[in-house]
């Protein structure tokens, strides 16, 4: 065990799915104490859901693995009387609650911001909805795919004779996740200069549109939407040769890089016509086609080698798997695993972070329901006796 920043920090996690729970395995992955409260049984719904019907060890959802690691779990009914009990109990010395229900269905439950602050006016309370809690879309549901189409990113990915293209990860709640992260640290950084906890509020739409902030100040400040190449340019606002190519074995992007020194590498200099920045905006999807007749003649080995040999910006495209077994990926020991009681041995990415003095590290396994019940309610002064009737009411359960 080694000393970490966020060790002396009590988060009660009331979340579920992705925007939450990667928030809190976050701060859990920093030290942070995340005991996650789920429902009996079912426990969080991620817990259910899967890509293509897979499941780790034959078990256990590769979802909520991915986002649960270092806590613990308590598996608590919220409408049993027990619920408010105990949740209060654990409030009292609990720095951070966090939560990402529709609005308002946990302070129907008595647990809002304003139920914990009564118990602990220090507390910080962290909200993630889809749109706000108020507005037009309050009662819309607030997943990440439906979030890439409302603001912008799906319609200005893609080609331009083809559909709207979501990112292929769970973009919107990420970025929402970091926001949840980047608040309650804001709010444990006041409360140590004020002494007071405060309510922060996080909403994908308005994540997403804060990282789309130089697409959409040009759009806004010009008026003009971006049009989509019909190419493999890899941004509607940028022009050749900005993109993705072919290479006789595979793809390479070719990023910000001098025209003519690309036009060397690939030994046609009739290509050198479109050396303007204005063509090279306007012929963009032109200039690709030429451009990928000669990146078709080129392995992708040789490719990157002459294109890195003078300094152009470029990589390789690589799988989920080729990804992980990149040298630069191995270098940097980004994948690792854990041991799981069900699952069986884990591979997962590893906290992202690095730290000299206080590292991030991965010290428990992403937990059964109910799997600390009992040692969480035996830390907040629960006796044997009162968990044991508990247990038989069914207002909490255990692994």
Same mark, same amino acid.
């Given at each position: 065990?080694?000393?970490?920043?966020?060790?002396?920090?009590?988060?009660?996690?009331?979340?579920?799915?992705?925007?939450?729970?990667?928030?809190?395995?976050?701060?859990?992955?920093? #030290?942070?104490?995340?005991?996650? &409260?789920? !429902? %009996? *049984? +079912?426990?969080? =719904?991620?817990?259910? $859901? @899967?890509?293509?019907?897979?499941?780790?060890?034959?078990?256990?959802?590769?979802?909520?693995?991915?986002?649960?690691?270092?806590?613990?779990?308590?598996?608590?009914?919220?409408?049993?009387?027990?619920?408010?009990?105990?949740?209060?109990?654990?409030?009292?010395?609990?720095?951070?609650?966090?939560?990402?229900?529709?609005?308002?269905?946990?302070?129907?439950?008595?647990?809002?911001?304003?139920?914990?602050?009564?118990?602990?006016?220090?507390?910080?309370?962290?909200?993630?909805?889809?749109? #706000?809690?108020?507005?037009?879309? &309050?009662? !819309? %549901? *607030? +997943?990440?795919? =439906?979030?890439?189409? $409302? @603001?912008?990113?799906?319609?200005?990915?893609?080609?331009?004779?083809?559909?709207?293209?979501?990112?292929?990860?769970?973009?919107?709640?990420?970025?929402?996740?970091?926001?949840?992260?980047?608040?309650?640290?804001?709010?444990?950084?006041?409360?140590?200069?004020?002494?007071?906890?405060?309510?922060?509020?996080?909403?994908?739409?308005?994540?997403?549109?804060?990282?789309?902030?130089?697409?959409?100040?040009?759009?806004?400040?010009?008026?003009?939407?971006?049009?989509?190449?019909?190419?493999?340019?890899?941004?509607?606002?940028?022009?050749?040769?900005? *993109?993705?190519?072919?290479?006789?074995?595979?793809?390479?992007?070719?990023?910000?890089?001098?025209?003519?020194?690309?036009?060397?590498?690939?030994?046609?200099?009739?290509?050198?016509?479109?050396?303007?920045?204005?063509?090279?905006?306007?012929?963009?999807?032109?200039?690709?086609?030429?451009?990928?007749?000669?990146?078709?003649?080129?392995?992708?080995?040789?490719?990157?080698?002459?294109?890195?040999?003078?300094?152009?910006?470029?990589?390789?495209?690589?799988?989920?798997?080729?990804?992980?077994?990149?040298?630069?990926?191995?270098?940097?020991?980004?994948?690792?695993?854990?041991?799981?009681?069900?699952? *069986?041995?884990?591979?997962?990415?590893?906290?992202?972070?690095?730290?000299?003095?206080?590292?991030?590290?991965?010290?428990?396994?992403?937990?059964?329901?109910?799997?600390?019940?009992?040692?969480?309610?035996?830390?907040?002064?629960?006796?044997?006796?009162?968990?044991?009737?508990?247990?038989?009411?069914?207002?909490?359960?255990?692994?």
């Amino acid at each position: 065990m080694t000393d970490k920043a966020l060790d002396h920090i009590t988060i009660i996690d009331l979340s579920h799915l992705l925007q939450g729970p990667f928030a809190t395995q976050l701060l859990a992955d920093m #030290g942070a104490n995340v005991i996650k &409260v789920e !429902r %009996p *049984g +079912q426990g969080d =719904l991620f817990r259910t $859901l @899967t890509f293509n019907n897979r499941w780790v060890g034959g078990k256990e959802s590769p979802n909520f693995l991915a986002w649960n690691r270092n806590k613990r779990s308590l598996a608590l009914d919220l409408k049993s009387p027990e619920a408010k009990t105990i949740l209060y109990k654990m409030a009292e010395t609990a720095d951070v609650v966090v939560q990402n229900f529709r609005p308002g269905v946990l302070a129907k439950l008595g647990f809002g911001y304003e139920d914990f602050k009564r118990v602990n006016p220090r507390i910080i309370y962290c909200s993630g909805s889809g749109y #706000g809690e108020s507005g037009p879309y &309050v009662d !819309r %549901p *607030g +997943q990440d795919m =439906l979030l890439q189409g $409302l @603001t912008g990113i799906a319609a200005a990915t893609g080609r331009g004779d083809g559909p709207p293209v979501p990112v292929g990860s769970g973009f919107s709640d990420q970025v929402g996740a970091m926001n949840m992260v980047y608040g309650i640290l804001t709010a444990l950084l006041w409360r140590e200069r004020s002494g007071k906890g405060q309510e922060v509020k996080v909403n994908l739409m308005s994540a997403m549109l804060a990282h789309q902030g130089q697409e959409l100040l040009t759009a806004m400040n010009f008026n003009t939407d971006f049009t989509r190449p019909k190419s493999g340019i890899g941004h509607p606002g940028m022009d050749a040769p900005f *993109g993705v190519y072919p290479t006789s074995d595979g793809w390479v992007t070719i990023a910000m890089s001098p025209f003519r020194k690309l036009v060397g590498v690939l030994g046609d200099e009739t290509l050198l016509v479109y050396d303007d920045p204005k063509l090279l905006f306007e012929k963009r999807d032109e200039i690709w086609e030429k451009l990928a007749a000669r990146t078709r003649l080129w392995t992708t080995a040789d490719l990157m080698r002459a294109m890195l040999a003078v300094d152009i910006w470029c990589g390789e495209v690589k799988s989920h798997l080729q990804a992980t077994a990149d040298p630069q990926v191995e270098h940097l020991g980004a994948i690792t695993h854990y041991d799981h009681p069900t699952a *069986g041995r884990v591979k997962v990415v590893g906290p992202a972070v690095a730290m000299s003095e206080t590292p991030a590290t991965i010290e428990r396994h992403a937990p059964l329901v109910g799997e600390h019940s009992r040692e969480v309610l035996i830390q907040y002064g629960f006796s044997t006796d009162e968990i044991d009737a508990m247990l038989g009411r069914g207002a909490v359960a255990q692994a």
